[in-house]
């Protein structure tokens, strides 16, 4: 299993914006379709965003859409969340998460039970 290291978490005002990383190691990078997740006091961890192992493909929640940009860098080992336009409603904890696929598996994964490995988290509070 890789692990995982987030940053970039902090305290924003409405509006703002914010770069996560995640930075992987112990494992082939390019072998794992990775995801961003976030959970808020008293609420389930939610799946935020997704990408393929390629990168070719990717996935927002609807709550996210046309604000977050998921992208990755194969090179680096590392996958990163753009977040812009923040609301306080995006105050969480992100979690980056990774799955192990096969070669042959291009697709995304979205259930947060199908991941193999979570990093620690990271704090996001937007403020109004």
């Known amino acids: 299993q890789v692990q995982l290291v987030e940053s970039g978490g902090g305290l924003v005002q409405a509006g703002g914006s914010l770069r996560l990383s995640c930075a992987a190691s112990?494992?082939?990078?390019?072998?794992?379709?990775m995801g961003w997740f976030r959970q808020a006091p008293g609420k389930e961890r939610e799946v935020v965003a997704a990408?393929?192992?390629?990168?070719?493909?990717?996935y927002y929640a609807d709550s996210v859409k046309d604000r977050f940009t998921i992208s990755r860098d194969n090179a680096k080992i590392t996958v990163y969340l753009q977040m812009n336009s923040l609301k306080p409603e995006d105050t969480a904890v992100y979690y980056c998460?990774?799955?192990?696929?096969?070669?042959?598996?291009?697709?995304?994964?979205?259930?947060?039970?199908?991941?193999?490995?979570w990093g620690q988290g990271t704090q996001v509070t937007v403020s109004s």
């Open positions: 990408i393929s192992r390629s990168g070719g493909s990717t």
């Open positions: 112990g494992g082939t990078f390019s072998r794992h379709a």
């Open positions: 998460a990774a799955k192990e696929v096969s070669l042959s598996f291009s697709g995304l994964v979205l259930t947060r039970a199908t991941y193999d490995s």
